[in-house]
T-cell receptor, first 117, second 115 residues
């Protein structure tokens, strides 16, 4: 069974600075997708960034980028120029490439990010 | 609607009561997922629908939990004889297609509190 581990329960960053959130995962599959979701107090899970395992190039979405190390099964999220609105719970998630009934997301326990003004 | 809609937003029930939680997915989305998120934890998979067919219910914690999607759109998660350990946020997500690269869109969840 696949597992996702986030080893940082809480992180803090100064506004405008850069922060990196860690995520490791375990799987025997060769093809899969990895995600970072943001969950503010409103509870809605918001997709931040997505990475396909077969792509070597790291995904980037504006201030958000990932460092995907497939051999090490590591998938960290870097937030540049942090803003107050970035404060939230961040969840790393894994999804099988097969989709269908195997397509449910497997989440880590999350990292609570605080942004200091 | 524009997004996934869940109702009610909050539900308080006494232990032993039955509850029903509703999810209205994005129009046209084939896949629908239910997750349970305990306090301070990440969401955990409960069940999956492809149109009206429930293809995976391996995550349902007990036979007190029942989900349906009779017409392939709105889904209801029902919990019978609620227990305190059922207190959690219940999240619904939908996606357009059947393949793993389709992103899941989440609703705001229902926070269930069992007294």
């Amino acid at each position: 069974a696949q597992t996702v581990t986030q080893s940082q329960p809480e992180m803090s960053v100064q506004e405008a600075e850069t922060v990196t959130l860690s995520c490791t995962y375990d799987t025997s599959e060769s093809d899969y997708y990895l995600f970072w979701y943001k969950q503010p107090p409103s509870r809605q899970m918001i997709l931040v960034i997505r990475q396909e395992a077969y792509k070597q190039q790291n995904a980037t979405e504006n201030r958000f980028s990932v460092n995907f190390q497939k051999a090490a099964k590591s998938f960290s999220l870097k937030i540049s120029d942090s803003q107050l609105g970035d404060a939230a719970m961040y969840f790393c998630a894994y999804r099988s490439a097969f989709g269908g009934s195997q397509g449910n997301l497997i989440f880590g326990k999350g990292t609570k990010l605080s942004v200091k003004p | 609607g524009a997004g996934v809609s869940q109702s009610p937003r909050y539900k308080v029930a006494k232990r032993g009561q039955d509850v029903a939680l509703r999810c209205d997915p994005i129009s046209g989305h084939v896949s629908l997922f239910w997750y349970q998120q305990a306090l301070g934890q990440g969401p955990e998979f409960l069940t999956y629908f492809q149109n009206e067919a429930q293809l995976d219910k391996s995550g349902l914690p007990s036979d007190r939990f029942f989900a349906e999607r009779p017409e392939g759109s709105v889904s209801t998660l029902k919990i019978q004889r609620t227990q305190q350990e059922d207190s959690a946020v219940y999240l619904c997500a939908s996606s357009l297609g059947l393949t793993g690269n389709q992103p899941q869109h989440f609703g705001d969840g229902t926070r269930l509190s069992i007294l």
